[in-house]
Nanobody, 125 residues
Framework: QVQLSESGGGSVQAGGSLRLSCAASGYTAGYCLGWFRQAPTKKREGVASLSTTGSTTYADSVKGRFTISLDNTKNTLYLQMNSLRPEDTAMYYC????????????????????WGRGTQVTVTS
């Protein structure tokens, strides 16, 4: 059973940076990983994903600003967020799933079955 716990959220001015962390217990290599976010009244959307081969995928809205990474020694997934904008304000979740026929689902929220409780990010103008 995979358990995920996010931290690192907070309030920051536009143009600032935050680094989110997702501590994982119970999972080993072979899981597909991702960061998602959900703003009030909006659907949950994929932000960044990391496949089992190390390939990354980013939503167009965060390309060049956000970076997803994994520290295997600490079983911790990170999301470095730079040049933050007010529209990045949301609850951020990390998620994981085992490969489905050798495939990772990338930014598709429907493919993930393990979720953290989220950490709030607020960007003020």
């Amino acid at each position: 059973q995979v358990q995920l716990s996010e931290s690192g959220g907070g309030s920051v001015q536009a143009g600032g940076s935050l680094r989110l962390s997702c501590a994982a217990s119970g999972y080993t290599a072979g899981y597909c990983l991702g960061w998602f976010r959900q703003a009030p009244t909006k659907k949950r959307e994929g932000v960044a994903s990391l496949s089992t081969t190390g390939s990354t995928t980013y939503a167009d809205s965060v390309k060049g600003r956000f970076t997803i990474s994994l520290d295997n020694t600490k079983n911790t997934l990170y999301l470095q967020m730079n040049s933050l904008r007010p529209e990045d304000t949301a609850m951020y979740y990390c998620a994981a799933h085992t490969q489905d026929g050798g495939r990772c689902y990338g930014l598709d929220v429907r493919g993930y079955n393990y979720w953290g409780r989220g950490t709030q990010v607020t960007v003020t103008s």
